[in-house]
Structures are given as C-alpha cells and as structure tokens.
C-alpha cells in the first residue's frame, strides 16, 4: 500500500522513516546474522560440493578435514555478518520516495503511470510522491503523521470488464 506524503512533511516523516529502522537494524541485527548463517551453511552442505572440492585443492592436502570444516565456518560466518550488515543499511539508507501521478478528486494513484485517472478520465499533470508500506510497525508513524494509505487506480481493462 502506498501513502502520499506532502513535500511538507517528507524531510521529517523520512527522519522518522530512518531512525525507527535504525533501531530496529541494532534488535534485528543478530537474528538475521543467523538466519542468512544457517541458509549459507545448509546451502553450502545442499550444493556446496564444488566449493568444497576447489577449497580442498587449493590449500592442499596436508589441511585435515576438520581445520577444512573450520574455515568454512568461519568463513560462512563473515560471510552472514556482512550480509545482514549490508542488508540492514540497504533498509535505513534507501530511498523511501517514489512519484507518480495522483488524481486528487478522487484520491487514487496512478500505478502505471497512464497520465488519466482510470475513474473521472482528467488527465494528471504534475507528480507527487508516496512511500511505499513495508513494514507493518511504521503504520504507526503513518497515522502519527496524520497521512493515510491511497488506492492505486483500477486497471482501465479490468473495470470495463468488471462492468459487463
Ligand atoms: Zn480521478
């Protein structure tokens, strides 16, 4: 669901948008770290034969299995912390706007960026920008905004057919 947020209030709904993900980021950041640990290490176990096999070769030999099953630990977990750390950033720091066209009579967003309001046919001039929900806790700062979510307009071709 989308919100239309007025150029007014965007500065300081993003500033709220970013701080509540920070601190999510620092509460979710181990979770995630062992969920993408024990995807790789499962992963790796399920397909990783040929990395194994490469990983053996070349460092030879003379390395026992168990120093083997070490590095690849250890490696998948660096791997994981980067990740969720990467993956986190990615959440506070991406761009929390996109614009479209918006027919203000009647309240509709126009998705696919026709250029005519698929309900009242005026064309739409100008474009305005809406966030995009992905979280269910930032509902909460939505409304302490005072904005609310906004329909995206029907499908031309679906509502003349819903009309037969
Ligand atoms: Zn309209």
């Given at each position: 669901m989308h919100v239309r947020v007025p150029d007014e209030l965007k500065a300081a709904f993003a500033r709220e948008i970013r701080r509540n993900r920070l601190s999510s980021s620092f509460r979710l950041y181990v979770p995630i770290v062992l969920i993408f640990f024990v995807v790789g290490y499962l992963g790796?176990?399920?397909k990783g034969h040929p990395i194994i096999y490469i990983l053996s070769k070349i460092l030879g030999d003379s390395v026992p299995e168990s120093r083997l099953l070490l590095y690849i630990t250890v490696s998948t977990a660096t791997i994981?912390?980067?990740g969720a750390l990467?993956?986190?950033r990615h959440l506070v720091t991406k761009e929390?706007?996109?614009d479209f066209p918006y027919c203000a009579r009647c309240d509709a967003l126009d998705y696919d960026e026709i250029g005519i309001c698929s309900c009242c046919r005026s064309p739409l001039i100008g474009r305005h920008s809406f966030f995009y929900l992905e979280f269910e806790?930032?509902?909460k700062t939505i409304e302490?905004?005072?904005l609310k979510e906004i329909e995206k307009m029907p499908d031309p071709v679906s509502k003349e057919?819903?009309?037969k």
């Open positions: 790796l176990a399920w994981s912390a980067l990467l993956f986190l929390l706007f996109e806790d930032e509902r302490s905004f005072g057919n819903s009309g």
